[in-house]
């Protein structure tokens, strides 16, 4: 799912290239833009973002076939957790990085979502080896 999120938000960057450079400057706290015009963005963004994280993860969760002493409630706020982590850490790789304004040059910080998500989906232990 975040893997194709992205394959569209690159989409998106080629259709709208001049919104998206803006998103990537107030996303990376680019001085460029504005302070007053960089919270206002930001905020917009940050909340949009909210309420579409907690939708897909809503749904996704209860799509999962869980661990039945698991609740969904405490599934989507792990999970929420996690993405939250991973999109500071992506934020932080942007701050380092400010000539990165389109997703084809985010290869880098994809390859680490990726193997960040290959761990939560089949955990980090090896797999038992049988005799």
Known sequence: ??????????????????????????????????????????????????????????STVSQLDIRPELNQEDVRDYLKMFIGSISQMAQAYFEKHPEITKMEDMGEVID?????????????RARNKTV
Do not use: Q, W
């Not at 709208?16 to 905020?43: A, H, I, Q, T, W």
């Not at 680490?112 to 980090?124: C, F, P, Q, S, T």
């Open 1 to 58: 799912m975040i893997i194709r999120a992205t394959k569209y938000k690159t989409e998106l960057s080629h259709k709208f290239p001049f919104e998206f450079e803006l998103l990537m400057r107030v996303y990376s706290n680019d001085s460029f833009v504005p302070k007053p015009m960089r919270d206002k963005v930001f905020g917009m963004f940050h909340k949009l973002e909210t309420d579409l994280m907690d939708t897909i993860l809503t």
């Open 112 to 124: 680490r979502v990726k193997a960040y998500m290959d761990m939560l989906e089949n955990g980090i």
